[in-house]
């Protein structure tokens, strides 16, 4: 299988996600999204129809180019060579102090799998799941689901956070039905909402 690939980056005092991943043959794309605070603010994509029809081996050089795209990003947005744009109103100020969210407003929560190179062992699943605040802080007591999208059972796996913002949620990984399979962890603290999602890919069976 193929997965996407996460990270939280600080530059300054401002805090970006870059994600990236496999769209799928169907589109054949290699996508990478820079979020601040849940908004977009860069995205890039790339082609990989020469890789098509995948096999292992063509697996193995989509993989590459996958953690290649995700690190270039970041080493771009960090060398300043990919300048990114912080809506103004958003960015904050090192000598203010957080303002509280109105009643009702909702904030996007930072989620990151940190073990997602080694969460699927065979069937078996285990993942390691870090929930912050925008600013960057644990969030304890906030509620975890995952769901894997285009299986058959459609099962839904929960777990909360502890003091320092960490879960643990493991299971079998159900038979994949649908074409476009995703893993995706949905956390939920009162008002403030957040989620990952990774494309999944199972390899092509060898007669």
Known sequence: MIFGHNTNLRIDNVTLHVQTEDRGESHALIDTTVYYRGQVIHRRTNAYFDLLPL???RLEALRL?????HHTVIEDIRSGALQVIIPHESVP???????????G?????????????????????HLQITVREPHGGP???????VEIEGSEDNQCYRAQTGPRGEAEIEFDMPRITGPQAALVIYADNHSAKGHLRFALRAKPRVA
């Open 55 to 57: 096999d292992d081996d």
């Open 65 to 69: 180019r996958l953690e290649d795209q």
């Open 93 to 103: 100020s090192s000598a203010a102090q957080p303002h509280a969210a109105p009643p």
């Open 105 to 125: 407003a909702s904030q996007t929560l930072s989620l990151e799998l940190t073990n997602a190179n080694s969460w699927l062992a065979g069937r078996h699943a």
């Open 139 to 145: 969030v304890a007591g906030a509620q975890v689901r």
